[in-house]
């Protein structure tokens, strides 16, 4: 059974930064793709930004671009994501997102499997 668990969400003034974790049981981060969606109240699930299962290439929104990064520790099976430069409109519940596709894609369903979620609040 395949279990991915977010944690490091919280309130951050706006131009700050955090760091989010996922690590995963069940799957293997060096052999699947995996990915960050965020939800915000009254809004649909969004792509924000994903990495291969090589590890090689990483696909993001234009939103985030240049101010999140993706990366994976394969030996502690985890995936981060690294948000710099919040804004209040970043908002949101984040969800780790993971699936055995070899290439990141923006659709919510193209994922088996999804952790719980961490909100994320970005103060002005």
């Known amino acids: 059974q395949v279990h991915l668990v977010e944690s490091g969400g919280g309130l951050v003034q706006a131009g700050g930064s955090l760091r989010l974790s996922c690590t995963a049981s069940?799957?293997?981060?060096?052999?699947?793709?995996m990915a960050w969606f965020r939800q915000a109240p009254g809004k649909e699930r969004e792509f924000v930004i994903g990495i291969s299962w090589s590890g090689g290439s990483t696909s993001y929104t234009g939103s985030v671009e240049g101010r999140f990064t993706m990366s994976r520790d394969i030996t502690k099976n985890t995936v981060y994501l690294q948000m710099n430069s919040l804004k209040p409109e970043d908002t949101a519940v984040y969800y780790c997102?993971?699936?055995?596709?070899?290439?990141?894609?923006?659709?919510?369903?193209?994922?088996?499997?999804w952790g719980q979620g961490t909100q994320v609040t970005v103060s002005s």
């Open positions: 069940g799957l293997t981060v060096r052999s699947s793709t």
């Open positions: 997102a993971g699936d055995s596709r070899p290439w990141a894609t923006m659709k919510p369903n193209d994922y088996n499997y």
